[in-house]
């Protein structure tokens, strides 16, 4: 009797640990797996001035080309209008593109009709500028 009673006790505080933790009874992998608003793109100068060329993922559903026009001629800083693809070529999105910089992080919001839909934070790499970004919930 003593024994299983000992058990019990045993197993109910390492399960109390265990959520007390935060260890809920999901899998590791179910909680790392979970990319549902998870987004990429890395930035990079194009020769026309003023245009990057954009390459897109989106959970791991998702990805294709860009491209975002009308933006400065130096730098990554400033207001671009972006048209997103599919690695098929078919038509995906299009925003206005705002990229703001302080100091070594980039700030960057996509816009449709002057609403923000995605944010995302940035920073410069070799090859141009990497963001990770979300969509913003209506």
């Known amino acids: ?50 245009t990057l060329n954009a390459r897109w993922m989106f959970t791991d559903k998702y ?16 207001k671009y209008h972006v048209r997103y693809f599919y690695d098929s070529g078919e038509f995906s999105d299009e925003y206005d593109l705002i990229i703001e910089k302080t100091e070594d992080v980039y700030v960057v919001s996509w816009l449709v009709d002057g609403k923000v839909r995605a944010i ?6 070799e090859d141009g500028l990497a963001v990770g970004w979300r969509r913003v919930a209506d």
């Open 1 to 50: 009797g003593g024994y299983m009673f000992r058990f019990f006790l045993i197993s109910a505080s390492v399960t109390s640990l265990l959520l007390v933790l935060g260890f809920a009874p999901t899998t590791f992998a179910e909680e790392v797996s979970d990319t549902t608003n998870i987004g990429f793109v890395l930035y990079t100068k194009s020769h026309a001035p003023g």
């Open 63 to 78: 990805k294709g080309p860009g491209i975002a026009t009308g933006g400065p001629k130096e730098g990554f800083a400033g």
């Open 120 to 125: 995302g934070v940035g920073m410069e790499v």
